[in-house]
């Protein structure tokens, strides 16, 4: 975890948090207040919330939920409202719902994807 130097850039370590086995992508939901990370060996999203003021994370229990296998990429959509997982072990996208108020994710199912997805993207729509 690290602190933004607002006008540098720079970052400051403020310590590490536990995560499930090999993290390979984290995404951050647009109000700032929760992070999600695909651990791509534990076949799992951990949950955290973010504290405003010093960047902290903490997890959300239960930690973690399931994805599918090997999950390589997570993405947050524009409304805060839903979450994606690209998984390159069983050629498919996990989603979610995400509660606004804890930042708790909830499957509503996987679609199936090509060969192997390595990440995933959300485009938001002009209305």
């Not at 993290?23 to 992070?35: E, I, L």
């Not at 997982?85 to 708790?104: F, P, R």
């Amino acid at each position: 975890m690290y602190t933004i130097d607002v006008t540098t850039g720079a970052l400051t370590s403020i310590g590490t948090i536990a995560a499930g086995s090999n993290p390979v992508s984290v995404a951050v939901d647009p109000s700032g207040k929760f992070a999600y990370v695909a651990n791509l060996n534990s076949n799992d999203v951990s949950m955290y919330t973010i504290d405003v003021t010093t960047g902290a994370l903490t997890a959300i229990a239960p930690g973690a939920i399931a994805a599918g296998s090997n999950p390589r990429s997570v993405a947050v959509d524009p409304s805060g409202r839903f979450a994606y997982v690209a998984n390159g072990g069983s050629n498919s996208v996990s989603m979610y719902t995400i509660d606004v108020t804890t930042g708790t994710l909830t499957s509503i199912g996987t679609i199936a994807a090509g060969t192997t997805p390595r990440s995933v993207a959300i485009v938001g729509i002009l209305q």
